[in-house]
């Protein structure tokens, strides 16, 4: 039986561990934190459960399509509710709640603009053909080559892809009031770009928003993960928590083994080193090549790391109250401020924000096993540049004043003396948990000249049998895609070297 490690279990990590092991591979499975998830992990304080990371579940077809390889059910694992509103947006003036319901979002955008609802519905057409595409051929894909995408359907749909024009202009040509502007271009920040930098391609994310609905799993986010890691184990997949990897090692051109570092219970370091016939990093690509790797042996320079545009880092607050609200929705965003002064200071002039836009989830509002009776349970987030120095914890509560301010401003809630538990969490918090390249978030932003073939390579092109899978090679940042991920890179591996 041919052994594969692989490092760190995120998404990416757990889903080709399971594919692997279902094709009959020894899978283990080295994890620098105590349990699975990644960034997707959760903790719990006096009485709350936060989920850490990722709160929005978009593309339900992706998870259901991923327990189903498996012989199981989204069900089996947890229930999903499909939000409605599915998110609620606050201008400077007002205040929309975005129905889940078609019709009803089509009058609410007639509402603010006239036709605008019969251009939804002709954006939406448009928006489908490049979700069917797109997730259907193009993310399984492990964009190694450029013949892969020598496909007939393909040739033949190129123009309709949009991929030569960016999402500001796509959208410009349907809609023109402000509001509906900005709403329509939301989706794509989950992308780690500015629309005006996103291929139009990934109209695909308005219509996962819009038609497949934006949900909940019940008991938080982390129960996907949690589902995914059940699934390993029941393959017979090994998991090796507190392993914190500290070399991949390398003879005549292939990986042999994997060493990492295990803390032992009188604080002690205990150096352990595994077999391997395949290496797959599901860690963060950067610090893969530039800390587990010797220089030889690496497929990109520090020069060409420092060329990527990355996606944002993330300030976030895990804040607990002692009473419940009464005008909050489970996911609100807050558009009070300039966008694109703070996308300016995002990507072109990075800098801590001046006014920045942030978003809340209120799982609590949905779930009531997430607080204490009476209480509720919010995540604020505050997207920043990677790369920023001068994380401290006055800063982080500088802008927590900021955000709390304009948060009873406009819900018309007083929280700031109801609250019982706060947790902050930065740029240094991503690099010391995750090994973060640069602290960022959500991995490398998909701007053209950073899609498919052109990221960074799913297979080492210096190391025979090194693969990488995650938010910094294909497909991309978010959470299907680090599941399409994993699920790419061992089938891959499968194909290489199945005997």
Known sequence: MQKVIIIGSGFAGLSAASFLAKDGWD???????????GRAQKFTAGGFTFDMGPSWYWMPDVFDRYFNCFGKKVADYYTLKRLDPSYSVYYPDRKLDIPADLTALKKLFESLEAGSG???DKFL???????????????????????????ID???????????????????????????????????LFLGALPQNIPALYSLMNYADIKLGTWYPEGGMYNIADAMYKIAEELGVKFKFGHNVSAINIAAGKAISVSAKLLSSNNSEINENFAADVVISAADYHFTEMTLLPEKNRTYSEQYWDKRVMAPSSLLYYVGLNKKLQHVTHHSLFFDVDF?????????????PTEPLFYVSATSVTDNTVAPPGCENLFFLIPVAAGLQGDTEELRDKYFDKIVQRFEKYTGEKISDAIIYKRTYAVSNFVDDYNSYKGNAYGLANTLMQTAILKPAMKSKKVSNLFYAGQL??????????LISGEVAAKQIIKEFKK
């Open 340 to 352: 694109d002064k703070h996308g300016k200071e995002i990507y072109d002039d990075p800098q801590w």
């Open 154 to 188: 393909l040739a033949k749909g190129i123009l309709k892809l949009d991929v030569f024009t960016n999402m500001k202009k796509h959208i410009a040509k349907y809609f023109k009031n402000p509001l509906i502007v900005e709403l329509m271009e939301f989706p794509v």
């Open 27 to 37: 899978v283990t499975v080295l994890e620098k934190n105590s349990m699975p998830g």
């Open 473 to 482: 090679t294909v497909p991309g940042p978010g959470v299907p895609p680090s």
């Open 125 to 151: 057409a448009e928006a489908e053909y490049k979700y069917e595409v797109g997730v259907n051929k193009l993310v399984y894909k492990p964009s190694l080559s450029i013949t892969e995408f020598l496909d």
């Open 118 to 120: 019969v251009q939804l």
